[in-house]
């Protein structure tokens, strides 16, 4: 292994461990989110708008901070100030006693999430390129992942350990998250010191070389990731029916869903690793094999079929959050990439999110329709891929 090779890749573990301890914080709030805004008062419709809303604006917003990284070059300054929100407007839910503040605050954490994310995209994809694209997110990921099951699970122990009345158990709560906020924060710091031009990882063509960037192979590829995402069910729905169904008792759910991000963890760098010898055969893959995870949750009764159902809902969450950000890196030149991963990003919430409220509407009518609806979604993609991969080699 090379110089270049061996920075590249201390790059990406060194980011990785930023998204550990990030994911820590705002995946171990976003837990016990709801059952705080109930304590301060907030009824059901305001849980839901804080939720839905701030997913939306955290998702749209990216692809004017992609845009904004790509015609500023300045890809740390905008990643610094969006872990800034990112990290440290949950820690001050600690001193919270009106349910508008908290919703702000939920909200500017979404939105800081949304600023940073194209530009870090865009320079883990510079040192991924060194190792391999595919590996390089799904190391990320997998580091990504383990924050985000240790979070909600030391959340859950600090509060069933902490005395006193509930509103001030949640307090110390979200006091305590500002640990893993302060190391996230002070590893972020080392990486952009240690590294302060992850796109010399790169070899950047010249502009006048350049293909067009986002043409059809891009078009394809997002029309792909949107049917993908249209027919993703969110775990919400999915742990909804499962509690409906009572195969599974209240305090096991959780445990289901810690298996779907271990497994999420192990999958993005099978894949990602996959991904680098066969190309988008990898993502064509794992989204054949996560389609079938609707059906084996939504239709069958039986409780090794739904861990099942969980694991290929994991492997095909995994491989999102690592092939899906490779292909990208492979697609479109460094010139431009900050704005592609803001697009790719922004489509996939809005599909995902309206596919998930259309699915949550027609679950009430056809469970049966839900799940075949999900499977065919999920499917079509894969033909698209296809086309994607008889123009291109990615």
């Not at 110390?172 to 010191?193: K, N, Q, Y």
């Not at 990898?282 to 969980?310: D, E, H, Q, R, Y």
Request: aromatic share 12%.
């Amino acid at each position: 292994m090379n110089k270049k090779i061996s920075k590249a890749m201390l790059f990406i573990i060194l980011m990785g461990f930023v998204s550990l301890f990030s994911d820590m914080v705002y995946e171990g709030a976003r837990g016990v989110a709801g059952p705080f805004l109930l304590q301060l008062g907030a009824g059901a419709a305001v849980v839901a708008f804080a939720a839905g809303f701030g997913e939306f604006v955290g998702y749209v917003l990216r692809l004017f901070s992609g845009y904004l990284a790509d015609r500023t070059k300045r890809h740390w300054a905008i990643t610094l100030v969006g872990y800034a929100f990112n990290l440290f407007a949950i820690p001050m839910l600690a001193f919270v006693y009106d349910w508008k503040i908290a919703v702000l605050l939920m909200i500017l954490e979404r939105t800081g999430k949304a600023i940073r994310k194209p530009a870090r995209d865009s320079m883990v994809s510079y040192a991924a390129k060194q190792v391999g694209p595919g590996l390089g997110f799904g190391l990320e990921e997998a580091l990504d992942q383990i924050g985000a099951v240790t979070g909600p699970l030391l959340l859950s122990l600090v509060l069933g350990f902490k005395s006193g009345r509930e509103i001030e158990r949640y307090h110390f709560g979200f006091a305590m998250l500002m640990i893993p906020a302060v190391i996230s924060m002070t590893l972020l710091l080392l990486a952009r010191f240690s590294f302060p031009r992850p796109v010399e990882f790169e070899k950047v063509i010249p502009i006048e070389k350049q293909t067009k960037p986002l043409g059809r192979r891009v078009t394809l590829y997002l029309t792909a990731v949107s049917l993908l995402a249209a027919g993703f069910i969110d775990f919400p729905l999915i742990s909804y029916h499962l509690a409906k169904q009572q195969l599974f008792s209240t305090a096991f759910l959780p445990i289901l869903y810690g298996i779907a991000m271990g497994v999420d963890a192990i999958a993005a760098i099978v894949f990602g690793k996959l991904y680098d010898k066969v190309g988008i055969n990898a993502f064509m893959i794992s989204t054949a094999l996560g389609a079938f995870a609707s059906p084996f949750l939504l239709l069958v009764a039986n409780k090794m079929v739904v861990v099942l159902g969980v694991s290929l809902w994991g492997i095909s969450m995994g491989a999102q959050e690592s092939v899906m950000k490779a292909v990208v890196a492979n697609l479109v030149p460094t010139e431009k990439r900050g704005f592609a991963y803001g697009l790719l990003n922004s489509i996939y919430g809005v599909a995902w999110f309206t596919g998930s409220f259309t699915m949550g509407l027609i679950y009430q009518r056809s469970i049966i329709f839900t799940a075949f609806l999900s499977l065919l979604l999920q499917l079509t993609s894969v033909p698209v891929m296809f086309l994607l991969k008889t123009r291109v080699e990615v």
